[in-house]
């Protein structure tokens, strides 16, 4: 079981950064690959970037390919989410989730564990 608290989201202008913070509960959370996930009023979650439980492989959406950059601390049960060049189009309640297979996946469905959610809204 994995417990998943998000922070450091807000209100930015375009063009300004934000990093986001995922801290998770539970002795095993260095085995869990972690995703980020977004979603924006009207429409589904989207998958947003990845990362394996040793932080050795990330993968990203390509609307965020390039300024966005997800990390982690094993040590500090925290993945990061680190946003730069920040759009309107970016605004939406950012997700941390944990899963316990092997592999990074794009679908909100094959994760188990979710945060509640913080907000980013990037105005233009």
């Known amino acids: 079981q994995v417990q998943l608290v998000e922070s450091g989201g807000g209100l930015v202008q375009a063009g300004d950064s934000l990093r986001l913070s995922c801290e998770a509960s539970?002795?095993?959370?260095?085995?869990?690959?972690m995703g980020w996930f977004r979603q924006a009023p009207g429409k589904e979650r989207e998958f947003v970037g990845g990362?394996?439980?040793?932080?050795?492989?990330?993968l990203y959406a390509d609307s965020v390919k390039g300024r966005f950059t997800i990390s982690r601390d094993n040590a500090k049960n925290t993945v990061y989410l680190q946003m730069n060049s920040l759009k309107p189009e970016d605004t939406a309640v950012y997700y941390c989730?944990?899963?316990?297979?092997?592999?990074?996946?794009?679908?909100?469905?094959?994760?188990?564990?979710w945060g509640q959610g913080t907000q980013v809204t990037v105005s233009s």
């Open positions: 989730a944990a899963r316990g297979s092997t592999y990074i996946r794009r679908s909100a469905a094959d994760y188990a564990y």
């Open positions: 539970g002795r095993t959370f260095s085995s869990y690959q």
């Open positions: 990362i394996t439980w040793s932080g050795g492989f990330t």
